[in-house]
């Protein structure tokens, strides 16, 4: 928690190369979990 506090909690504010490890891994994650069925709607429809 640390570590995202420090940069305001937006991947936009990390270094370059922190940004560009956690795009990889973020982007492989989602693929994973929209081929496992995750569409990210359910769980956000509730904050209209």
Do not use: I, N
Not at 9 to 33: I, M, N, T, W, Y
């Amino acid at each position: 928690m640390a570590k995202w506090d420090k940069y305001g909690c937006l991947v936009s504010q990390f270094p370059e190369d922190l940004r560009q490890r956690h795009e990889k891994f973020h982007g492989k994650a989602v693929v994973r979990a929209r081929q496992a069925g995750w569409s990210g709607e359910t769980e956000t429809g509730d904050e209209e």
